[in-house]
């Protein structure tokens, strides 16, 4: 926090790139959290890969990738809020905000759809049709509740970020001259959205 | 333009995101479209080809790596590596 960056003005002391880089080391954390996880899922995987192609065939690719193209969509109306703020078009950018806040909750809706229809052919963790199954099909499912879970928390708290932000372009505390906050919740999305880009083929498309 | 000037070195237009995500879509019809056709094991590699080139693209575009200082690069680079290493000696543990 000791130099400013941009000569914007002269009173102001602030390190843009500092901000960036403090964001990306936090989604690298991100990264092991998930990589973890994708570890886990690739040995079972590698041990059970019949069970896993079974199990698959239970989750609908149809959903899955309409999911995909919203959240691919959200990031897209994310990259153009900055520009918009960049050019100084604050009622655009609030707007690309406020789409993508929709978008995410159009995806977590369907989710809770996708779920639902899961519970109600008795499969979730612990449930006497999950246990009747055989082990592989248990992981796969059991992984693919925690993955979209934590996965789906992820979009939760992206969502408020971006609202924080929204509220924040209004009050015009992001500006065209001061939008760094706005590019770290954008990292932030644009994370969420690469996890998933993951997510996507690994349960879905193993059928 | 030795200096690196993030804010000016933009060009501040629409137009890149959009193509980008027309990219990210297509790619996503492709990638569903090779899981149907059941070309057994050559399913899974093109999967996760497809998924890092679509990383890939929201990494450099829509994450601006593209315009970034090098660090960055490097940064992300390094986290990558680990997490490559931990996939390798598990496997090496595993596989054999």
Known sequence: MSSTEHTVDAHVHRDDVGSRMGMWLFLFTELLLFGGMFLIYSVYRFEYPEAFHLAAKELNTIMGAFNTAVLLTSSMTMALSIVAIQRNQKTLSIIMQLITIFLAIFFLVNKYFEWTAKFHHGIYPGSEELLSKGSGEILFFGLYYVMTGLHGLHVIVGMFLIAVMTRMTRREIITKDNYVRLENAGLYWHLVDIIWIFLFPLFYLIA | MEKHDYYHEHSHSYGIYIIVWLALMA??????????????????????????????????????????????????????FFLGISFVLLFADYSF
């Not at chain 2, 050559?42 to 998924?51: K, P, Q």
């Open chain 2, 27 to 80: 790619l996503t019809a492709v990638t569903v479209a090779v899981a149907g056709m059941d070309i057994d094991r050559f399913t899974v590699a093109t999967a996760l080809i497809i998924a890092s080139i679509k990383a890939y693209l929201v990494l450099t575009i829509f994450m601006h790596l593209r315009s970034e200082s090098k660090a960055f690069v490097v940064f992300v680079l390094v986290a990558l």
